[in-house]
């Protein structure tokens, strides 16, 4: 018997391009099922890219775009997904922001390159296709005005 793992996958539509997003849910399922029903819900429709750091991060997903709101799908923060090959090691990861252990929300960002520092803190649930990382190039490009 042969099992072929088909990918889940998420096409976000931004004001910069669409951003075609592989989600990891065997390594991070709570993560991956949260992405998901927010954004079959419509919950990150009209949403903005609150915080963009050069060569760090892009991070969205709070509905009030303050960078402190946001609720999970279920009812309270979750716990951490980490999984020991997933590492902050190259641009294109897609990851859950936090506030701190265990406060997984609806907030999410994209790595723009090797973060060490945030392995072990943030969980990681997927990456950006490679044909559409300039998607996320675009965002801060606009954010800079």
């Known amino acids: 018997m042969c099992l072929n793992m088909i990918p889940l996958r998420v096409l976000l539509k931004t004001s910069a391009g669409d951003i075609d997003i592989e989600l990891w849910s065997k390594e991070a399922p709570k993560a991956c099922r949260n992405f998901v029903q927010l954004s079959m819900e419509g919950y990150y429709d009209g949403t903005s890219f609150h915080r963009v750091v050069r060569e760090f991060i892009v991070q969205g997903g709070d509905p ?82």
């Open 64 to 145: 009030t775009g303050t960078g402190t709101g946001g609720e999970s799908i279920f009812g309270r923060p979750f716990k951490d997904e980490f999984h020991s090959r997933l590492r902050f090691n190259r641009r294109g990861l897609v990851a859950m922001a936090n506030a701190g252990p265990h406060d997984n929300g609806s907030q999410f960002f994209f790595s723009l390159g090797r973060a060490d520092e945030l392995n072990n803190k943030h969980t990681i649930f997927g990456k950006v296709m490679s044909h559409r990382t300039s998607s996320v190039a675009l965002i801060v490009v606009y954010s800079d005005g």
